[in-house]
């Protein structure tokens, strides 16, 4: 039996720290970090991610600005919108849920928003400075996964760890992150040959495909851990279910430990989103007071 790595715990253990935090900046600075976060369209999984964000950070004490457009607006619109929200001093964190609408440039769309209010971590300054290990803004799900890790290995030095999926949101920043941590790192995706036998070589599997129940127990080597970075909703007995990418009921007994869906990476996520966001509000008004000084 695996041992649960739970994200709700952990994630509340963060979510306490970035909520004393913000009382602090709030007190020094005559207001709290602001997060403006902008929906396109009305896509149902999208919808409920951005209420939950908006929701958790009034819940830390910030101030939140939920800015929803429709599904048909132009690019120039969304854009007009970033410009704003980068002139605007109040909000010290811009996030553009993704995926947008397919008429909608999504690479453009990032790197409109000013890098230091990026709390993404999705700005090409941004994904430079990670691959460069000097992060400060990483994308919130890689960066939840990590601290998961930590809490339950320390050291991560010398272990193989193998990433399911490359894409830029998790795949490719968690390799980034578990390398800076002294990890041996393979990303393996859907043209890999001999996915499964690279899989179960790994002592630590991150699975971020997409893929409901996809990596079962001939893929996981018996006492890795597995993070599961999926959450798919299916129906199952007629019922609707959310699931991760891990075929859980197989991996589990096998695995030293796992994270949960619900309850595992998707809590994590949101609290990373947070932590970043006081990250850059710290740093937008400390720049500020450096700015006020010199002149
Ligand atoms: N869509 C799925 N995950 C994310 C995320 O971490 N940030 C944004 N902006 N969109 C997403």
Not at 54 to 76: T, W
Not at 121 to 126: K, L, R, Y
Not at 178 to 191: D, E, P
Not at 281 to 289: P, T, Y
């Amino acid at each position: 039996m695996a041992t649960l790595i739970d994200g709700k715990q952990i994630s509340q253990q963060v979510i306490d720290e970035v909520a004393t935090e913000v009382a602090d900046f709030s007190a020094q600075y005559g207001s709290a970090p602001g997060l403006a976060v902008v929906l396109v369209g009305e896509d149902p999984a999208s919808q409920v991610y951005v209420r939950n964000k908006v929701k958790r950070a009034e819940e830390v004490g910030m101030n939140s600005i939920e800015h929803r457009l429709p599904m048909d607006c132009s690019q120039e619109t969304l854009n007009k919108l970033i410009d704003e929200l980068n002139a605007n001093p109040a909000v010290h964190g811009i996030l553009v849920q993704l995926p947008l609408p397919d008429h909608l440039n999504e690479e453009e769309v990032i790197e409109a928003i000013s890098a230091e209010k990026d709390v993404d971590g999705f700005h090409p300054m941004n994904v430079g400075a990670l691959a460069c290990g000097e992060a400060t803004l990483i994308p919130c799900t890689p960066l939840g996964c990590m601290i998961m890790l930590k809490q339950q290995f320390g050291d991560l030095s010398g272990k193989n760890a193998v990433v399911i999926g490359r894409s830029n949101i998790v795949g490719k920043p968690m390799a980034a992150l578990l390398l800076q941590a002294n990890c041996t790192v393979t990303i393996v995706h859907s043209r890999t040959q001999n996915i499964e036998s690279i899989c179960s070589q790994a002592d630590i599997v991150v699975a971020a495909i997409g893929k409901p129940e996809f990596v079962n127990s001939g893929w996981v080597k018996p006492g890795a851990v597995v993070i599961d970075v999926g959450i798919n909703a299916i129906e199952r007995d007629g019922r609707r279910k959310l699931v991760g990418d891990v075929d859980f009921a197989d991996v589990e007994p096998i695995a030293s430990a796992i994270t949960p869906v619900p309850g595992g990476v998707g809590p994590m996520t949101i609290a990373c989103l947070m932590k970043n966001t006081l990250t850059a509000a710290k740093a937008l008004e400390a720049k500020r007071e450096q700015t006020l000084k010199a002149s």
